[in-house]
């Protein structure tokens, strides 16, 4: 400890004795902290308008406009408007396009843009059909800056962004109007939409009683045809033929009995599957309220009910389908559009189940609006099979029994004209006998005709549904209450429909401020390496020294970079709060952390230097450019070259910054002592590199300094 302290006594004697040595150490302690102000002031805002605004870009526009409907637009001078209110950039307007390119290839500008001659014509084109989409023309010089075109090109890119805008603002414009016309004729869209689907709705269900008279007809047609057939038997003998009459009649009496305890059949079977389907559903709803409630948990519901039931679901539709199948075959449309729908609506309700498994159960909003969803598409369902309900008592009984009182009395009919004609039945057979052939005729005709009616029937049940649906669409009705609004501010919204918050975590102020921790650090690495420069790392052997050890030299001699380090942190922290005026929550914290950096940096190039000599002060600016490049002070390590993200996490410079980060922008944690910590651990570090690398290394140093010597041209 002796030796220590005479070595530290004896390099205070000397600095302060020599005018030079004082004015280098002074040069060591303030040329540094120059560097690392200077750097920051002229970083201090460049990406503000104050310093954008004198970058210069050419703008000239040659569109000749466009005619729509009588009314002249000209977009390209409504975008040089636009440009002359914003100070972002120095726009620079030109006479010509020519003047803006040539300025931008000779460097009086940094970019141009130009509209050209067919760009509003593009824009509307739109209206004809003949899509064209209109293209803006943007030069930039490249040569004549780096980061000047990173910032016109922000301004190529809000340039576009505004003529989106605009063009979907004019298009908004017209809308508005035309809805504004609409309702000054005191029509309201939704309710012309819903009479529409009324009246071709109700006009869908009378195709059902044209459907089953068709059918009967057919069935008459066919049941004629047997008669004829048996009229020659007829004509022979009263009594036969008056047999078989009563066979036929029977036989269409018989016929109408099957079909009708087959529409009773497959009415009870619909009936109680709806009933049934209607009690899985209301437990599903009543399982969403438990959850919107509180009583059932979001993810209990999820991982045991939620399987089940949605394998219920896929019967209840399956179900769904084969009912819309078979009351299709039977006639009646109208039922099979609604089981149709009801398949549909429980489609919906598995879709949000399968929403609900990927909905995250922690996120409260998300939770319940899935449930909210499931809930409103199960009212749907429900909603669908009371339709249903109503069809199945109302459709089936009174259009069937229409059809059937329509066929037995013609039955009746045939019946009482048999009875009448009595001995007369040679002149009935020459009658039936000339219907031969056109009741075949008849019965081609009646098939076609039910096929046709029944396409009918169902193109007017989608047309009904499609209309039901827009008339009563959440979104529709809000868009029609927004277009009979104020047309202008219609358009601003439509024009600009999302508007971005930001909140910004730990903001900073000033670009400086930001850039601050990096210029601070390389200001003392720089110091660090010229006083490892100038001045000499090796104690001579003086009377004062008794048997000096080499950790006493080591740690003699570090007193004075001790001492320059020290200084360089002071005043350069002290500059960049108090002269520059950095933002800082914690100065203290600041002043601190750019003492363990002057510490750091100095031991670890006093280290080298120790050991290494020559080769030290080379492996300090290596270091330090390696740095620079890539600590991630000016650009995120992450998009660095793969080298340079390996050494990332064994840089100084990673660490110093990071430490005067959070006394600038605000605590997190611990990230200030781990910081503080990493950087005392490389000292330590750095000790043990010098002492362990200093007796090993001395024979190539030697060797070295001969070899520089010999060539008496080398310090």
Not at 697 to 713: C, F, H, P, Q, V
Request: with cysteine; proline share 2%.
């Amino acid at each position: 400890m002796k030796n220590i302290l005479n070595i530290i006594r004896h390099d205070t004697s000397k600095a302060t004795g020599s005018v030079v040595a004082i004015i280098i150490i002074m040069g060591l302690c303030i040329v540094p902290c120059l560097y690392a102000w200077f750097n920051i002031m002229s970083n201090w805002s460049p990406y503000e308008a104050d310093a954008t605004g004198r970058i210069r870009v050419a703008v000239a526009s040659d569109d000749e406009g466009a005619e729509l409907y009588g009314i002249e637009l000209n977009v390209g001078d409504k975008i040089i408007d636009a440009l002359k209110a914003n100070d972002a950039i120095g726009w620079t307007f030109t006479n010509t396009s020519d003047d803006a390119v040539e300025g931008v290839r000779s460097g009086d500008y940094y970019a141009a843009i130009i509209v050209p001659k067919d760009f509003s014509s593009n824009v509307m084109s739109f209206i004809d059909g003949d899509l064209t989409n209109p293209s803006i023309i943007y030069y930039e010089n490249e040569k004549k800056n780096a980061i000047a075109p990173k910032i016109t090109g922000k301004a190529k890119t809000a340039l576009q962004e505004q003529v989106n805008a605009t063009f979907v603002e004019t298009l908004a414009q017209y809308m508005t109007e035309a809805a504004s016309v609409v309702d000054a004729s005191g029509k309201d869209p939704r309710q012309i939409m819903k009479g529409v689907g009324d009246r071709i709705n109700a006009l869908a269900d009378r195709l059902d009683s044209i459907v089953v008279i068709v059918d009967s007809a057919g069935g008459l047609s066919k049941s004629a045809g047997s008669m004829l057939e048996a009229s020659d038997t007829l004509i022979g003998s009263t009594n036969n033929a008056l047999k078989q009459e009563k066979k036929i009649l029977d036989s269409i009496d018989e016929g109408l009995k099957e079909s009708s305890k087959e529409y009773a059949k497959q009415q009870t079977k619909a009936e109680k599957a709806a009933d049934e389907m209607r009690d899985a559903l209301r437990d599903l709803a009543g399982d969403a309220a438990k959850i919107l409630d509180g009583r059932l948990a979001f993810k209990v519901f999820v991982a045991k009910d939620l399987p089940d039931i949605q394998k219920k679901l896929s019967k209840m539709q399956k179900t769904a389908d084969a009912f819309a199948s078979v009351f299709d075959k039977l006639g009646f449309s109208s039922l099979s559009y609604q089981f149709s729908e009801l398949s549909d609506r429980l489609g919906d309700i598995d879709e949000d189940l399968d929403a609900m498994k990927k909905t995250d159960a922690s996120d409260r909003e998300a939770r319940k609006a899935a449930v909210s969803d499931l809930s409103n598409d199960v009212s749907a369902a429900l909603d669908t099979l009371e339709g249903i309900d109503d069809s199945l008592d109302s459709d089936i009984d009174s259009k069937y029994s229409k059809a059937a009182r329509n066929t037995q009395s013609a039955v009746g009919s045939v019946r009482s004209l048999l009875n009448t004609a009595g001995g007369d039945l040679s002149r009935v057979s020459r009658l039936l006998g000339g219907y031969t052939d056109s009741l075949g005729a008849l019965e081609k005709s009646l098939d076609k005709t039910n096929r046709t009616v029944r396409s009918m029937q169902k193109g007017m049940n989608a047309v009904a549904a499609v209309l039901y649906n827009a008339a009563g669409d959440r979104l529709l009705n809000g868009l029609s209450d927004l277009l009979t609004g104020e047309g202008s501010s219609i358009a601003e919204f439509l024009a600009e429909p999302v508007k971005m918050d930001t909140e910004v975590i730990y903001p900073v102020r000033e670009y400086g401020s930001a850039m601050a921790p990096f210029y601070t650090v390389l200001a003392q690495w720089v110091g660090a390496l010229l006083t490892a420069v100038l001045i000499k790392a090796k104690v001579r052997k003086r009377d004062d020294l008794t048997d000096p050890k080499l950790h006493e030299r080591f740690f003699g001699r570090f007193g004075l970079y001790l001492f320059v380090g020290l200084a360089q942190a002071l005043i350069v922290s002290f500059g960049d709060l108090w002269y520059i005026g950095i933002q800082c929550t914690a100065p203290g914290r600041f002043i601190l952390a750019a003492c363990v950096n002057g510490l750091t940096f100095m031991m670890i190039n006093y280290a080298l230097v120790f050991a290494l000599d020559n080769i030290g002060l080379g492996a300090g600016v290596i270091v330090l450019v390696l740095q620079v490049a890539g600590s991630g002070g000016t650009y995120p390590v992450e998009v660095l070259p793969t080298i340079f993200q390996a050494l990332y996490p064994f840089m100084p410079f990673r660490y110093a910054m990071d430490a005067m980060r959070e006394c600038i922008g605000g605590m997190y944690g611990n990230r200030y002592i781990e910081c503080i910590g990493m950087l005392l651990l490389m000292t330590l570090i750095s000790v043990i590199f010098a002492l362990g690398m200093y007796v090993p290394a001395r024979r190539l140093n030697n060797m070295i300094a001969e070899s520089k010597e010999k060539s008496e041209i080398m310090l």
